[in-house]
Structure formats: structure tokens, C-alpha cells
């Protein structure tokens, strides 16, 4: 069964530059995750999508980060313009839904997408 | 303000010995924990859950203990071998946050031969 993948591994952009970030989560997963790690520091949870739907978006920095994810498969964020404080790893992750809301399951992660903003 | 604390940012352990990694979180609400592992270069790998209904979950040479009360967990590696070397994550949710994950800053294991 393939993970979760991410597409690019890496990107170095100008600040101004929009760039994209795509996330292929594992077939069957409805949740999709995507999180943030700024060097040393913790992941952080950027939002949440149930399918297409978006869960929770509380983790969004700002109106500059949009994320969609049609038909409820694969996933984008896309940020725009892009700001020095933007770079980090982000990191995409996929979970079961569990039949009963109260009872969690773990996710599957990405390798992550390098973003480096010059 | 981080929900899920891991004070200790590296912890050195000789091979064969026991590694101890500790988290503490403030949320009373959280009622799941996880701990992943990362290599360099790599997402986190899931390693092993609690349900706060739950104070022990053990699968091989890692356990994790959960002390509600004290709002602490710790990951347990016995015997620690030299493939354990990584980053270790807390991580905490509660179903009335709609699952999202709350990680902590991670500890750096090294497993010395």
C-alpha cells in the first residue's frame, strides 16, 4: 500500500513568489492533515480537511495560505505570496475515519515538502 | 501557548540500556497520545498510542505510560539498540478539538554502541 506523498520534496523561492504543495494521502484515508515545522521548534497543526470538506482551518497563519482539496483525494496548499517567516517543512498527514467520532486513530505522514523562502 | 511539552531536547543512552523520553501536556480535555519517531529527512512515523482509559500500552521494547493526573507520559525503550537514534514526538488530541494532533518540540535520542 503507498503512504502519504508529497510533491516537491524541496522548494527555494523569492519572497513575493506564490508556490504550491501537493499531498497524495493513502486511498481510503477521509482525513487529511497538513502541519508546519519551523526549524527546532514543534509541528504545528495548520488544518484539518474530513473529504473535501475543511474540518478545522484554525492553524492557517493567515489569508496568504489557501489549501483545497477536490473530490476529497489529493490535497494543495498553496501560499501567495510568499513571505521569509513561511519557510519551514510542511508536512501532510492521512488518517482513517474512525466509525465512532470519539475514538481517534493515528496518521500517516508525508516526508514533508522543504520550503525555503529567500 | 504549546499544549504538549517535551522539556529534554536530547537524551544520550548506552546500547542495551533503557531510554526514558517524558512529555507533559496542560489540555485536561486530551483523551489519545502518540509518540512518532523521524529520521533526518523523513515525515514521523507512527510508534505507538494510549487512550487516556489507559495508564500502559506495550508493543515489543517500547511501552508508553500515561499519568493522567499528573498530565505526564513517557516513552519506554528497553533494550535501546543504535536504530532507535532519531527524533522522538509527543503527540496529544481530544475528539472536541475534531482530532487534530497537538505535538510537543521533540527529544533527539541517541543510542551510543
Known amino acids: 500500500e503507498a503512504g502519504v506523498t508529497q510533491f516537491p520534496s524541496h522548494s527555494v523561492i523569492e519572497k513575493g513568489q506564490t508556490v504550491t504543495l501537493r499531498c497524495d494521502p493513502i486511498?481510503?484515508?477521509?482525513?487529511l492533515y497538513w502541519y508546519r515545522r519551523v526549524m527546532g521548534k514543534e509541528i504545528k497543526f495548520l488544518l484539518h480537511?474530513?473529504?473535501?470538506?475543511?474540518?478545522?482551518e484554525s492553524g492557517m497563519p493567515n489569508n496568504r495560505f489557501l489549501a483545497e482539496r477536490t473530490g476529497g483525494t489529493y490535497s494543495t496548499l498553496k501560499v501567495q505570496p510568499a513571505e521569509l517567516e513561511d519557510s519551514g517543512v510542511y508536512f501532510c498527514?492521512?488518517?482513517?475515519?474512525?466509525?465512532?467520532?470519539?475514538?481517534?486513530?493515528?496518521?500517516?505522514f508525508g516526508q514533508g515538502t522543504r520550503l525555503t523562502v529567500v | 501557548d504549546q499544549q504538549v511539552k517535551q522539556n529534554s531536547p536530547s537524551l544520550s543512552v548506552q546500547e542495551g540500556r533503557i531510554s526514558i523520553l517524558n512529555c507533559d501536556y496542560t489540555?485536561?480535555?486530551?483523551?489519545?497520545f502518540l509518540w512518532y519517531k523521524k529520521y533526518p529527512a523523513e515525515g514521523p512515523t507512527f510508534l505507538i498510542s494510549i487512550s487516556s482509559i489507559k495508564d500502559k500500552n506495550e508493543d515489543g521494547r517500547f511501552t508508553v505510560f500515561l499519568n493522567k493526573s499528573a498530565k505526564h507520559l513517557s516513552l519506554h525503550i528497553v533494550p535501546s539498540q543504535p536504530g532507535d537514534s532519531a527524533v522522538y514526538f509527543c503527540?496529544?488530541?481530544?475528539?472536541?478539538?475534531?482530532?487534530?494532533?497537538?505535538f510537543g518540540t521533540g527529544t533527539s535520542l541517541t543510542v551510543i554502541p
Open positions: 498527514a492521512s488518517s482513517q475515519r474512525s466509525r465512532d467520532y470519539y475514538v481517534n486513530t493515528e496518521a500517516f
Open positions: 503527540a496529544a488530541s481530544a475528539y472536541n478539538t475534531g482530532n487534530q494532533f497537538y
Open positions: 489540555n485536561s480535555m486530551f483523551d489519545y
Open positions: 486511498s481510503g484515508h477521509d482525513n
Open positions: 480537511f474530513v473529504k473535501e470538506s475543511k474540518q478545522d
